[in-house]
């Protein structure tokens, strides 16, 4: 997708991209009772459309909740994705969504509970003991910015047969203080390091 792109094929993008929702909405509508997925922002996005060209919905066809990363979240998308794609707020009778955050060496970070009275805000906390992160300044790896500051993503992964001592992602954030259900700093905000950023290439992954 990603060669796609830098090739400026988005013809060739956009089929592709319809092949992996007309799939996935054969998928869904066999009878599967699928109840979970994992998907990317801008496919959950194409998926609810496809859908409701159908006549049917995510919340609909029986998905209840959402693992949703591999591409930057913002607030903005949140908030209209809870709202106008998954039938508002859990509490409300709507699909739980949670954005995650990470790769194959940290695992994923979950968001703490994205609501609209924290602005949708989305902050990640990385899942410890496997994997911690820091926001790190930008000049000085070693410290770490004050809580609410920006910096760069620092990973660390230690398990039974694998260390990663300090690795440096490509990504940006601001510090968040530990929360009730995970007790460590995590990062909001997180988006491409801002001095790589207009060389890096997203995709729908």
């Known amino acids: 997708v990603v060669k796609l792109i830098k090739k400026g094929w988005m013809e060739h993008l956009e089929e592709y991209k319809k092949h992996c929702i007309d799939q996935a909405i054969t998928i869904l509508t066999a009878g599967h009772d699928i109840k979970c997925m994992f998907t ?18 995510i919340q609909e066809i029986g998905i209840t909740g959402i693992f949703s990363g591999g591409t930057e979240f913002t607030p903005q998308w ?7 794609l998954l039938g508002g707020p859990v509490e409300d009778g709507g699909v739980y969504m949670t954005p995650t955050y990470g790769n194959t060496l ?3 970070a979950c968001s703490k509970p994205v609501t609209a009275e924290d602005n949708y805000k989305i902050s990640y906390y990385a899942p410890q003991p496997r994997a911690a992160v ?3 300044d930008f000049d000085d790896h070693t410290q770490l910015v004050s809580m609410g500051g920006t910096g760069r993503v620092k990973l660390y992964t230690l398990t ?16 968040e203080p530990p929360y009730v259900k995970y007790p460590w700093d995590g990062v909001s905000g997180v988006r491409p390091f801002h001095k790589i950023a207009s060389s890096t290439t997203v995709g729908v992954y």
Do not use: I
């Open 134 to 136: 820091e926001v790190v």
């Open 40 to 57: 990317t922002p801008k496919l959950l996005e194409s998926l609810a459309y496809g859908l409701a060209e159908q006549g049917t919905s």
């Open 160 to 175: 039974k047969e694998f260390f990663v001592p300090g690795f440096l992602e490509r990504d940006e954030g601001e510090r």
């Open 78 to 84: 949140t908030r209209f994705c809870v709202e106008e």
């Open 106 to 108: 940290m695992g994923l």
